[in-house]
């Protein structure tokens, strides 16, 4: 059964540092993955989606990559604001036709 | 830029009755889903529906959950006899066609069984 797993859970930072946030699965065979971004109480907004065959994916100041032989993505925010703080999360689609979800990380980026 | 639709934002029920919760997908999309989230917890796959019937379903979609597509615009999830555990953040997505394609999210619906 594909386990999807973030670290950190929670992460804290001053503006205008760079940082990562990472997912991991367990089962490589994955048809493609996608990175939300989760504002407190609100819906999921779909930030990057890198298929199968992608090694990276960006848009703005976030990048995403892919490596599914060792069952990981990461997300890098550049430069972050307090704008971005949100919870991120990642999803992943196998061969079903569902979204399978992970922890999430909750990030903060103070003044 | 064509968005996904919920209503209500929040929806309190008693215990017992039943809810349905309502989505307008992007109107050109073919894929429906209904995921779940309750507080703290992941994201959840309920189901998904092409072609005017459910093609996959998960283990918490069970006998007091249904779906329909009454006409050529709204998505709806009917929950029979509400518990309390039901309580959760219910989106909904779509997507255009099949294959590699990203979903597009709902704002949610927060649904309080008391």
């Known amino acids: 059964k594909q386990e999807v797993t973030q670290i950190p859970a929670a992460l804290s930072v001053p503006e205008g540092e760079n940082l990562v946030l990472n997912c991991s699965f367990t089962?490589?065979?994955?048809?493609?993955l996608q990175w939300f971004r989760q504002d407190p109480g609100k819906g999921l907004t779909s930030l990057l989606l890198?298929?199968?065959?992608?090694r990276e994916q960006t848009s703005g100041r976030l990048n995403a990559s892919l490596d599914k032989s060792s069952g990981r993505s990461t997300l890098y925010i550049a430069a972050s604001q307090p704008g971005d703080s949100a919870t991120y999360l990642c999803a992943l689609k196998d061969n079903t036709d569902k979204l399978i979800f992970g922890t999430g990380t909750r990030l903060q980026v103070f003044p | 830029e064509p968005e996904v639709t919920q209503t209500p934002s929040h929806q309190v029920t008693q215990m017992g009755q039943e809810v349905i919760l309502r989505c307008v997908p992007i109107s050109n999309h073919l894929y429906f889903y209904w995921y779940r989230q309750i507080l703290g917890q992941k994201v959840e796959f309920l189901v998904s529906?092409?072609?005017?019937?459910?093609?996959?379903k998960s283990e918490i979609f069970d006998d007091q959950f249904s779906v329909e597509r009454p006409d050529g615009s709204n998505f709806t999830l009917k929950i029979r006899s509400t518990k309390l555990e039901d309580s959760a953040m219910y989106f909904c997505a779509s997507k255009q066609r099949t294959g590699g394609e990203e979903q597009y999210f709902g704002p949610g619906t927060r649904l309080t069984v008391t």
């Open positions: 089962d490589s065979a994955i048809y493609n």
């Open positions: 529906f092409y072609n005017n019937e459910i093609s996959e």
């Open positions: 890198i298929q199968s065959s992608q």
